[in-house]
């Protein structure tokens, strides 16, 4: 079974800075995908940065990357040059893409930026 | 905003009720899944549909069903309703099986 790990429940970051919030998964499959997903308060979940099992390079989308080590099974979300419009929980999730690609989600890490 | 749209925004109900969540898809997205977010449980899928078939279930209580329609919009009905399926409930869409998904803004049910 899939599992998904962040074990970082909460992590505070000055505003302008960069910060990394882990995340490691446990798999046999080789084929998944990778995904991040910001939650703000209001609770709607949007979707950041995804991440092929086959992709050679890591993700980026504007101020998110993922740094994705294969070997390691982890898939840590980058965010540079905080904002305070980045507090929120973010959760990693992972989908096996032969098994109609649901996402198993992690327990999620919450974020505050420090003005 | 993602394009998915879910009705209603927020439902309060009883124990023992029935109700029904209806998520419509982003224009031209085949697939459609069901999660549910609660304080214990955290995020967990519940059922795919891909063009109207049901084509995968994760933790969904067999008091839960759903279905999509030749519309591809689909329907979450929740049935005999206990104090512990007060939860967020997300709609999901995606173009195909493997692509990423894209949320709606959920619906939050509260059973009292």
């Known amino acids: 079974a899939q599992k998904i790990t962040q074990t970082q429940p909460g992590m505070f970051v000055q505003e302008k800075e960069a910060v990394t919030l882990d995340c490691t998964y446990d798999t046999s499959d080789q084929s998944y995908g990778l995904f991040w997903y910001k939650q703000p308060s209001s609770g709607e979940m949007i979707f950041l940065i995804y991440q092929g099992s086959y992709d050679e390079q890591n993700a980026t989308e504007g101020r998110y990357s993922l740094n994705f080590q294969k070997a390691r099974k982890s898939a840590n979300l980058v965010i540079s040059a905080s904002q305070l419009g980045d507090s929120a929980m973010y959760f990693c999730?992972?989908?096996?893409?032969?098994?109609?690609?649901?996402?198993?989600f992690g327990g999620g890490t919450r974020l505050m930026v420090k003005p | 905003d993602s394009g998915v749209t879910q009705t209603p925004k927020h439902l309060i109900t009883a124990t023992g009720q029935r109700v029904t969540l209806r998520c419509s898809p982003r224009s031209g997205d085949l697939s459609v899944y069901w999660y549910q977010q609660s304080l214990d449980q955290g995020l967990q899928f519940l059922i795919q549909?891909?063009?109207?078939?049901?084509?995968a279930k994760g933790n969904i209580l067999e008091r839960f069903s759903a279905q999509q329609f030749p519309d591809l919009h689909s329907e979450l009905n929740l049935s005999s309703l206990e104090l512990g399926d007060s939860a967020l409930y997300f709609c999901a869409s995606s173009v195909s099986r493997n692509n990423e998904q894209f949320f709606g803004p959920g619906t939050r049910l509260t059973v009292l």
């Open positions: 999730a992972m989908s096996y893409h032969n098994a109609g690609n649901m996402l198993t």
């Open positions: 549909y891909y063009n109207g078939e049901e084509r």
